[in-house]
Structure formats: structure tokens, C-alpha cells
């Protein structure tokens, strides 16, 4: 008999996970009930009275277990196993039973998000959330829908994962308040928040103080703390409200930039960076940077890269990925920056699953200082996100045609979110296509298509003339599914073959096209839109975290098509449309 399994309370909650798995798949409410009960009755037992039943074949004799779950309940105690409970479990996407530890998210509603919108997995699930999907479908609405993403945001802090978005806010804030402390001199963040990593586990922070221990004190004691992990006079580690652990780091203030730049990171950067060191003679550490005994001077991080014979290397390259190298040679790249983004595509309206009006975005943008904006709502065959028909497009046509003479301030350039079809194909007529804009082309279905028509289907689609951008390039969710599969240097070829730009999604949970591929993008010569993909006002301001991606990606000015200028962009997309229209 199997020790893991022959305790009651293990077999009866096989036996409720059974009641829930049934569920999931819609089985008859009788069947799931049966296991249900049958947890409960085995709850009641005593240890010794189910092994003494299971012995003696006896479970019968109990009310609610008949013939079926007298065999189930005999195999699992005696095996350890049950093949019938592994077979359901191998029957239902994992991402359905990791919704279940969601507050207030039961089998029924999970059944319902996953035949009505397909969502299969939690990430899925958060971004149906942020496109507003869960509003209208029936027996849900806006409160059930913010509960969700409540008790989602709940489940990653529970795991230690945070949205770059997230910890970075918190960890601002916790910096703002560690500078009202009296007796410090430098503070900064650190870690892989410094370098922009698009997911992060805890917040790293530097400083340094005329009163060290006092400084520690003074942090451990913050408000934000919820916890004192360990605390010493030049260290601590507190766990915070939000659940993200914070460390704080003090040094001396000569060996504040040294510091600085070892907690910062990378790993691999780090190790590339002591070999270069130790080929010249020298050893670097978080105290300093020395020749022999002697610690070399130093004021900032700029001297340490100048000592090592190297331009200052932003941290957001600091990965390994040529950044040494290009330092040395002096190539590195003069990164694209916040205030170079003169306009944003990617605006989802009320027209289809945005949250605000059409004026109400057009307004907000003008007042953000954007000089242009592309409204792309969803197409047609997006019905799960209110996707607009041929009519509906016209109207919002006319719409715009309206708000530009309102707003001459800023161009509204009329695009669509055209969903790509299963075949490559577009899912509008080219007579409604050729007036438009723009248009940026997504996979929002058969996302478990096999790589090899995966990588047909977008081809064919960056062979259309009407298409301006293709769209989250891979799929991915953050957290919450791999990109599809597909040969990427062939579509960003086929990309640059047509002057198709690439998407960088600045979605939080999307950031797609991964910065990983970008310096291959720039290196290729195709060009790259940071969109915010916004379905709603606050979501506008995600563009910002797009550059910090660009930045990582190793993206220039030149390399973005949203710094290009009001007069560059209209020139762009008039070109594009003539061309396709064959002029």
C-alpha cells in the first residue's frame, strides 16, 4: 500500500478533484456530485476503518459509494494511483486547473471562459481581462471581472513573479521614501528592475549613507515592510505589503558606483567583466576596482567602464549579448528614448473591447503631447471582442473624419486590427482595406497551429499590400503561455522583403517582439512601432515600458517608426497606400 496515499484525507481529495475535473468538462452535475459525496462520506471515516474497508471489499456497504467508486477508491488506496483520475487530468488543459486556486472562480465559470473565449490558460485569462472580454459575456460582468484580476494579481505574488510594470512602481516608490531618510548620499535601484527584465522576483537597491546601521533601521521600519527577513548593519532583506522581497545593500560612498554596478548585474556581464579586468591586470568587486591593493578611483559607473578601457554601457544592455565588445569598439548604440515617440498605433475604442470613447482617447493623446494616433479596433472575426463589421467600420470612419476637424492638433490615422485567418488571409474585403490607413495583422486564433503553417500562414499575410504591421509577432503571454510556433527569421524576412514594420506589443503581459530578438530586427534593418495595444486610457501609458524594451533591444531612434515626425508618418503611409493600390 502506498504510504503517500493511505491516508483518508488524500483519497478524498482525489475524489473531490475527480467532482472537479468532471466539471471542467461538462459532465453530467449527477457524476460530479457522486464524487463529491463520496469525499465527503471518506472524510468521515476513520484511517483505520477505510483500510480495514478496502481490505475486506466492504465499501459498498457505505451510502454513496457503489460499484465505480468502490474499484476507484480500491485501486488508489492500494496502488497509490488511479489511471481513471490521470486520464482526466491529461484531458484537461493544465491552465483550467491552475484557474481553480482563482478567488471565486469556479469549474462552471472556467468551463464557460474556456468554450466562450478560449482562454486555456491563467495568462490567457488576465489578458481576456485587460481586453474587457469578460463585460458582456453572461454571467459575468465588470465586478466579476475585476475580481478576477484581482485574485490572478493575488496568485503571482503568491508565486514571487512580478510584471516589470509592477515591481518597477513599487520599487520607485520604495526609493522615493528611502530618500527622505536624513543621513543619506546615493541611492538607486538595482538588479533586474535597473536592467528592465521583463519579469521580476525582488527589488535590489544600493546606497550610501553617512549612518549605515541608521539607514537599515530606518528601511527595515518603512510602512511598505511587512516582514524583516534578516537585517544587519550594512544589509537587509524585508518582504514587502505587495509580497515582492526588497534588499538593500549600504556601502561606503567610494565604493558606492563599484557597488552599484556589481548588484546591478547581469551575472553574465559581471563574469565577462572581471575576465576583462583580470586580462589587464586588475580585479573588480562590489568594493571596487583594483590593481593590486590599490582601489582606483572612481566617482561613477562611467569611470569604472573608462578604467576598463570601455564606454559606459547602459543598463539595460548589461546581458552578455556583444555589449563588451561594442563598448570597446565604440559601437554601442545611442538608445532610443521616451521623449523621441512622437505618436502611438494600437488604440482599441468602445467601438470594440477599448473601454473609452474614440474622442476620449484622441483627447488624451493630444494632451499627452502626441502628435498622431492610430486607432485599430478589432476586425470581424474577433466577435469575442466586440470586433467591428464592415458597417461598423464605416461608421467609426466617418467618426474620425468628424474628430480630425475637431482636433486638427493631432492626425488620426484609421487603422484595424485585422485578425489573420487561418490560411494567411485577412478577414475584410481589400475594397474596405484600401480605406484605411494602416493595418496591423494579428494571430488571435489556432495558436497550437504546427510551426510549419504557422510560419506559411504569416507569410502569406506579410505578402498582402495592405498589411502595415504585423502584430504581437509570436503570441506570447508573460506568465502565461509560450509564443506559437513558428520560423521567426523567416517571417522578419519575409517582413523586411515587403516593408512590413514589426509590432513591439508594449502590453505588459505581452512585450512582443522579445527584446532578445530586436538587436536581430535593428541588425536586419527592419523597422519597429512601439504600440501600447490600449484598451483603456491608463493602458496609453505602457508605451513607456515599450521603450524600456527598445532600450534593451538595443534600439535607436531610427530604428522606431513612432519617433518619426507627424509629416514623416503621413508621408510613410500614403507611399505604402499607393504602392498597393498599384499607383
Known sequence: MSKSLDKKQSVAKTMQEIALLLELKGESPFKSRAYYNAARTLELLGEEELRRLVQEDRLQEIQGIGTALNEKIKELVSTGSLKYYEDLKADIPEGLLEMLKVPGLGPRKIKTLHDMLGVKTLG??????????LVALKGFGAKTQEKIMKGIAFLRRSQGLYFYNEAHQIALDLLASLK??????????AGSIRRCK????????????TDPAGLTRYFAELPQVAEVVARGETKVTVQLQEGIQADLRVVESEAYPFALHHFTGSKEHNTALRQRAKAMGMKINEYGLFHGEERLAGKSESDLFQALGLAYIPPELRENYGEIEAAEKGELPE???????????HLHSAYSDGVNSLEEVVRFCRDAGFTYVGISD?????????????????????????LREKYPEVTIFKGIESDIKSD?????????LEQLDFVIASV???????GEKMTARLLTTLDHPRVTMLGHPTGRLLLGREGYSLDLEKVLEKALENGVIIELNASPSRLDLDWRH??????MGLMVSINPDAHSLEDIQDTRLGVAMARKGWLEKKDVFNTRSREEVEAYLSTRQLAASGK
Request: with cysteine; glycine share 8%; charged share 30%.
Open 124 to 133: 490567457e485569462l488576465e489578458y481576456a481581462c485587460k481586453e474587457n472580454r
Open 180 to 189: 527622505d531618510f536624513s543621513g543619506l548620499l546615493e541611492a538607486s535601484l
Open 198 to 209: 521583463e519579469i521580476v522576483k525582488d527589488i535590489d537597491l544600493v546606497a550610501s549613507s
Open 335 to 345: 538608445l532610443v528614448e521616451e521623449g523621441d515617440i512622437q505618436g502611438i498605433f
Open 378 to 402: 478589432h476586425s470581424q472575426t474577433a466577435f469575442y471582442a466586440g470586433g467591428l463589421k464592415e458597417a461598423d467600420l464605416r461608421e467609426q470612419m466617418e467618426a474620425i473624419d468628424r
Open 424 to 432: 494567411g488571409s485577412l478577414d475584410y474585403p481589400d475594397a474596405i
Open 444 to 450: 488571435h486564433s489556432g495558436l497550437g497551429m504546427p
Open 518 to 523: 530586436l538587436k536581430k530586427v535593428k541588425e
